[in-house]
């Protein structure tokens, strides 16, 4: 082939490249993904209770007055022998004992060996913050004393304070002197060791901040109604 063939055969295939279009370029477009619902915070909140916690004077106060503390655990940088079974515990940034349940009837321990007066010391306070909710509720104190262990015919449910919602501080006050079972035996007894059951479920989590045993103001102070007499001892009747 004679060069102006060739020049003229690569001029008609330089133009006929020319005329094909560019490739085209795949341009993927994002999916859209669905939107989740943004869950707020929910803010910390403290009950209002006729019994209250004196930060600066480390003290209950039921009022103005100060409740005088038979035994007192405030949870500063140690457990102070509290033992949890059926769950983990820990301690909690700005003090407190961080309980965290983990299996059915979780029961939380004070040492053992206490000695509490019952007659002198009768009202117990808890004062804790829900930090997980879970689904079952108990709020029940057992205790020991040297003549019997825990059963549950000792025991008493708050007289004050409830099921807390999660991030709520609030205070349970037990009447040990008029509890939910046991009659007179707690103010008539050596106190060994008391038991806290928080939940009766697992998936709860608390920060317990204190733990007092005081003297009881008596249920009118307290704001209760007064509790039922005892029956009277039936004598034999006369001929």
Same mark, same amino acid.
């Given at each position: 082939m004679t060069l102006p063939r060739l020049l003229s055969l690569a001029l008609v295939l330089t133009l006929a490249a020319c005329d094909k279009p560019a490739p085209r370029t795949l341009r993927l477009e994002p999916v859209p993904?669905?939107?989740?619902?943004?869950?707020?915070?929910?803010?910390?909140?403290?009950?209002?209770?006729p019994i209250s916690w004196d930060a600066d004077q480390q003290t209950f106060r039921l009022g103005t007055a100060p409740l005088k503390s038979v035994r007192m655990w405030t949870f500063e940088g140690a457990s102070d022998g509290?033992?949890? #079974? *059926? &769950?983990?515990?820990?301690?909690a940034?700005?003090?407190?004992?961080?309980?965290?349940?983990?299996?059915?009837?979780?029961?939380?321990?004070?040492?053992s060996g206490l000695e509490i007066n019952g007659a002198r010391g009768s009202l117990v306070l808890v004062r804790l913050t829900r930090k997980q909710a879970s689904?079952?509720?108990?709020?029940?104190?057992?205790?020991s004393t040297v003549d019997h262990a825990e059963s549950q015919a000792f025991f008493a449910r708050p007289v004050i304070g409830g099921s807390p919602a999660v991030?709520?501080?609030?205070?349970?006050?037990?009447?040990?002197?008029?509890? #939910? *079972? &046991?009659?007179?035996?707690?103010?008539?007894?050596?106190?060994?060791?008391?038991?806290?059951?928080?939940?009766d479920s697992p998936g709860g989590a608390f920060v317990i901040r204190q733990i007092a045993v005081t003297e009881n103001p008596g249920r009118e102070a307290l704001g209760l109604t007064p509790a039922n007499p005892k029956p009277a001892a039936k004598t034999a009747a006369t001929p």
């Amino acid at each position: 082939m004679t060069l102006p063939r060739l020049l003229s055969l690569a001029l008609v295939l330089t133009l006929a490249a020319c005329d094909k279009p560019a490739p085209r370029t795949l341009r993927l477009e994002p999916v859209p993904r669905p939107s989740l619902p943004v869950e707020k915070p929910v803010a910390p909140t403290t009950r209002v209770q006729p019994i209250s916690w004196d930060a600066d004077q480390q003290t209950f106060r039921l009022g103005t007055a100060p409740l005088k503390s038979v035994r007192m655990w405030t949870f500063e940088g140690a457990s102070d022998g509290f033992v949890l #079974t *059926g &769950g983990i515990t820990g301690l909690a940034q700005n003090a407190g004992l961080r309980v965290t349940n983990q299996a059915p009837d979780p029961a939380l321990r004070s040492p053992s060996g206490l000695e509490i007066n019952g007659a002198r010391g009768s009202l117990v306070l808890v004062r804790l913050t829900r930090k997980q909710a879970s689904p079952a509720w108990d709020g029940t104190l057992y205790y020991s004393t040297v003549d019997h262990a825990e059963s549950q015919a000792f025991f008493a449910r708050p007289v004050i304070g409830g099921s807390p919602a999660v991030n709520e501080t609030l205070i349970l006050a037990f009447d040990m002197a008029h509890p #939910t *079972g &046991g009659g007179d035996d707690w103010t008539t007894s050596l106190i060994s060791q008391i038991r806290l059951d928080t939940d009766d479920s697992p998936g709860g989590a608390f920060v317990i901040r204190q733990i007092a045993v005081t003297e009881n103001p008596g249920r009118e102070a307290l704001g209760l109604t007064p509790a039922n007499p005892k029956p009277a001892a039936k004598t034999a009747a006369t001929p």
